[in-house]
């Protein structure tokens, strides 16, 4: 692994997908060694990078929707199949970083893998997602994996103003986030941030559609983490995004939630500007909070920012979205029993699964974007998670949430 790594180093930004590739096919007298991309929203895979394998061009997008692909992204357990014929073993094993499924590791093996062989194919698949993360700042390749179809403008802005990782785990919380687009971007977004005492999250929908909708998000988005990196507490965050808005939007407003939670003791704060209220699932049935709701960021009559307090505890999952997860078609969809049906999902798959839905009611058309992000709480006890490296092994094992 050390030479890999040393390898990976030492290749281009482009190339070092490949070096750990071919390294692990040779030393495992493999057939082929691929890596997957997920795309932007987690519904295929594209092959990025390979050792002794061609690279379809242009990439050729792969549905993941029944392929044993999604069955390792969700219970981020390897997959092993003999071929017909009993000459090779097929693994596929899960590209994760605290939480994030980058992609898969597919590998064609000679033989079938003993636990040691599986154990190393799965510690280098979360070596891989480092490299991933390390190389994607000096290079387009991996935005390119993500992108199964063109983005507009508007999109473009809007992506790049979203966390680089859409999931992450801590040992007190896991949070995810998805966005489906409409097909004139309206401006939502959402972010997080963990500190040493706190984890903070945003969501926000930004007025109008198309590129001024994420000119405005970009400016609440900018000014929300200015704040935040000053160490403004979180109703001098929501003054200072507001004030922005007063000086900068031209009349425009953006609505938003801002969540802060102390990691020591679990006190929560909240912050609501004109947004819809967050659902939460507490011992498998889901209720509407409902805090008091303050003014858009942007309007320009005299108003304040109220802290408010949500009551969160162990073992609660946390909704919160904009409107487009309720409007119009949406209005159909019952989704409360929808989080209820999806409590046992991992947050990832979760919120996936929450768009995914209204995408469908939608016939794959949104008038407005729909984004989401779940927060599963589980309390203060341990400071560290589980960092076990690679996916439960043994077929008795139950899927861990990794």
Not at 132 to 161: C, K, M
Request: glycine share 8%; proline share 5%.
């Amino acid at each position: 692994m050390g030479g890999a790594l040393a390898a990976a180093e030492a290749a281009p930004p482009v190339a070092s997908v490949d070096v750990i590739a071919s390294a692990l096919r040779r030393r495992l007298n493999a057939e082929s060694v691929t890596f997957l991309i997920t795309d932007f929203t987690g519904s295929s895979v594209v092959r990025l990078g390979a050792g002794g394998v061609d690279i379809d061009t242009p990439a050729r997008r792969i549905a993941l929707s029944g392929t044993p692909y999604d069955q390792v992204i969700r219970t981020q357990r390897p997959y092993v199949e003999r071929d017909t014929g009993g000459v090779r073993t097929r693994v596929v094993v899960p590209v994760t970083n605290r939480g994030d499924a980058i992609g898969l590791l597919e590998l064609y093996l000679p033989r079938h893998p003993d636990l040691a062989t599986l154990r190393e194919i799965s510690e280098t698949a979360h070596a891989l997602a480092y490299i991933v993360i390390a190389n994607r700042p000096f290079t387009d390749l991996y935005q390119w994996g993500r992108r199964t179809s063109p983005l507009s403008l508007a999109a473009e802005i809007q992506h790049r103003l979203l966390p680089a990782s859409l999931a992450v785990e801590a040992a007190q919380f896991a949070v995810a986030g998805a966005l489906e687009p409409a097909a004139h971007v309206g401006g939502d977004t959402f972010d997080y941030v963990i500190d040493r005492d706190v984890v903070q999250l945003s969501v926000t929908d930004a007025m109008g559609h198309d590129v001024e909708a994420a000119l405005l998000a970009t400016l609440l988005v900018g000014a929300l983490r200015r704040a935040r990196r000053e160490g403004a507490d979180l109703a001098e965050q929501a003054r200072q995004a507001n004030q922005a808005m007063i000086e900068h939007s031209h009349g425009r407003y953006v609505t938003g939630q801002l969540l802060r939670i102390s990691l020591i003791d679990g006190t929560t704060e909240f912050v609501n500007a004109g947004h819809p209220w967050p659902l939460r699932l507490r011992d498998g049935r889901v209720e509407q909070i409902t805090p008091g709701i303050d003014m858009p960021f942007g309007f320009q009559v005299p108003h304040t920012y109220t802290v408010q307090r949500l009551d969160l505890r162990k073992g609660d999952r946390l909704i919160m979205l904009t409107d487009g997860m309720q409007e119009r078609g949406a209005a159909n969809l019952d989704l409360p029993a929808l989080i209820e049906r999806t409590g046992d999902l991992h947050p990832r798959e979760a919120a996936r699964t929450l768009i995914e839905e209204v995408l469908a009611v939608h016939d794959g058309h949104l008038s407005d974007d729909a984004t989401v992000m779940c927060l599963d709480w589980y309390g203060t006890r341990d400071a560290e998670r589980d960092a076990e490296t690679g996916a439960d092994l043994t077929e008795a094992s139950p899927p861990r949430r990794t």
